[in-house]
Every structure is written in C-alpha cells, then in structure tokens.
C-alpha cells in the first residue's frame, strides 16, 4: 500500500520540504519517497526508501528495475539525471547502481538476463554492477543501499536534494504560501501536504500565480527557479514540494 495518495505504485519521489515555520522532512522514514537529509558531513543527501513490495521485478533473485526523475531516450537521459538501477542478487542483497555508462555516458539498461547492457557500444555489467565486456573502462558507480531485512531498501544519493524557501504573499483577502524551489528539467514537481508530523504526505493542488486558482496537480521543470502558490488548509503544516521518479 502507498501512504501516499497520488503517487501511483511504480512511482517515488524526490522530496525535501519548506514549512509554514521552518524547513521540515526530518529523518521520518517516508516510503516510496527520497528524502533530503543532512548527513555527519554536513552535506545534504537524497535517501530513496522504496517498499520491495511495490516493484515485482525486485521479489525474485536477480529481479532490476531501473527508475529516473525524467524519461530516457534510446540511448540518453532527456533531463539532466541518470536513472538508478536497482539489482536484487539474493534474498538479501541489493545493488543500487549509476546508468551512466563508465565509456561515453550512454543509459544502460536494467539488469536482464546476466546483463545491464548499453545501447551505444555494447558494454555490459554484472549483477553488482561490475564490467563484464565491452569498451567501457569502469564498472558502473554504485550508491549505499541497506535493507531493512523485510520489505524496505534504502538508497544514498549523497548531494541529491534541494532547498525550498517559503514565504506568505497575499492573494486578495487571503494569504497564500508562496513555495520557491530550483526545478529540473524534465521532472514533474508536485506539492505535498501534512498537517503534522504524524501524518502521511498528501498531494495537494496548488496555483503558478499569486492569484491564480489553485488547480495544478504538478508542474513541469525547466532547470530554472519555479515558484508555485499554495492555498493553506490549516494554520500550520508541513508542505514538500517533490519530484516523481518513475520506471524508466
Ligand atoms: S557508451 Fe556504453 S559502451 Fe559506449
């Protein structure tokens, strides 16, 4: 089961928050989501929490899937980010691997049969991401991935993440949460929305002007700063603006 309604099942999101107050989204683990938090280092990290569940592809040995932010072209990502593939090698160990192809940044598939092969010149990789055949130089990057021994991967995407500001503007006789975020091209951004900390994240609709009606359910990303006008339900809560990662 999602908790959170409007994201479909083979569906995640990259997700760092702005509150009414203060920026949010602690260490509460959201599934299907990334989460933006700051690691020892100091620096921000994107962890994806995905349920085993929910992807069928990762319930037997050897199962991939591979999920991205912005769709892939035959050979190359048609936004700025490479997807991640995801390699189930035993009941419990995973690989989460970089696409990018270690030869000449090609998209490599996901894992099938013995292989993740790349379109361009015919690289392939193992299971755990190490090269098999093929011009490629490198094994693919691989990111830290934990299991939680039942129904829950973890994934490090150190410096993934995003600032949020938020500010009240007025739209009439009402104040608005205006929500300030850098976009990426090719990713849908949406809103989401508790009331506390103890809920689960809901998609709101939200406006792309001060005054507009709030009646978009996502908006596409340009690489530039967007800025969205979020009407407030309650007088506090946590609002998240997010990015879909889907099966690509
Ligand atoms: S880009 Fe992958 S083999 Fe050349």
Redesign the pocket.
């Known amino acids: 089961m999602n908790d959170m309604p409007g994201v479909t099942r083979r569906e995640f999101v990259r997700l760092f928050a702005a509150a009414a107050t203060a920026s949010v989204v602690g260490s509460k683990m959201c599934f299907s989501t990334v989460v933006a938090q700051i690691t020892d280092s100091g620096l921000p990290s994107g962890f994806f929490h995905i349920r085993i569940s929910d992807f069928p592809a990762l319930q037997n040995n050897s199962g991939s899937v591979r999920l991205g932010i912005n769709r892939v072209s035959s050979s190359q990502p048609t936004g700025g980010n490479y997807p991640i593939i995801i390699n189930r090698e035993s009941s419990t160990v995973f690989h989460a691997l970089d696409s990018e192809?270690t030869?000449?940044?090609?998209v490599?598939g996901a894992y099938i049969a013995g292989a993740s092969s790349?379109p361009?010149?015919?690289?392939r990789y193992g299971i755990d991401g190490r090269r098999l055949s093929?011009?490629?130089p490198l094994s693919l990057k691989k990111f830290p991935i934990t299991f939680d021994g039942a129904d829950v991967l973890s994934v490090e995407i150190p410096n993934l993440g995003f600032t949020v500001t938020s500010s009240f503007v007025m739209a009439g006789a009402k104040s608005r949460l205006m929500l300030s975020f850098p976009s990426t091209l090719g990713a849908e951004h949406e809103v989401m929305f508790r009331e506390n900390l103890g809920q689960s994240w809901v998609a709101i609709k939200f406006a792309t002007t001060p005054e507009g009606t709030a009646d978009k359910a996502f908006i596409p990303g340009n690489d530039r700063v967007l800025k969205v006008y979020a009407d407030r339900a309650t007088e506090s809560g946590f609002y998240a603006v997010t990015i879909k990662v889907k099966a690509v």
Request: aromatic share 0%; proline share 7%; with cysteine.
């Open positions: 192809c030869h000449a940044s090609c490599v790349c361009c010149h015919g690289s093929g011009p490629a």
